[in-house]
């Protein structure tokens, strides 16, 4: 496995917010984490990024325990990260944008070439400035900042927040494309429907636990077990 989450417990201050989740994800596999607002998700992603550390359970990535390590490190070890609100600089063009991210990892480098052939309308706003973008743009600068980096897995917080139907395919197929090199994906999403046509295996969590896992087929197929998950 390349990552291995073994039962945490996160917290923020005092109030716990995951009990004894686990989850694991293989190179190449695209699992998506699902559940309703508060379920416990984008902590669970904050949990393996070190942003919110575990205070009980362990955290393996690429066969190394992840759960003392400081972000920096983490990073540096090979996973990339699209949050939700994008975070990009501002104030910085694309272009600076995306050159400080590059880096090498022991995983698969991507070339700025590659990066625009899968969003081209990148290439021409390379000398603009960050805070100067549609919402989709910004989101196709967090996702090639995340290859740039040279990732074994990448983490998607609702990577479909707020996009135009067509940005929204642009992200799934760059998904599948990272699957098809061995990259792995961990994907945080609302959208049911979105995370059930892309992932091989689904976790959901409820209040902070684990309240079904499986095959994503699985509950793609079933309306009854879906709606009695996510009530969708």
Known sequence: MILEVAGIDTYYGETQALFGVSLTVAPGEVVALLGPNGAGKTTTIRSVLGLTRPRRGQIRFDGRDISEAPTHEIARAGIGWVPDDRRICPT?????NLAIAMKRTRFRSWTMKEVFEIFTALEYLMARDAENLSGGEMQMVAIARSLLGAP?????????????????????????????EGVASLIVEQNAETALGIADRVYVLD????????????????????WRLLGA
């Open 92 to 96: 910085l063009t694309v272009a600076r």
């Open 152 to 180: 074994g897995l990448v983490l998607f917080d609702e990577p479909s927040q707020g996009l135009a139907p067509m940005i929204v395919d642009k992200v799934l197929a760059t998904i599948a494309r990272l699957k098809a």
């Open 207 to 226: 209040l902070g636990r684990t309240a079904w896992s499986g095959p994503a087929a699985a509950l793609r197929d079933d309306p009854a077990l879906r």
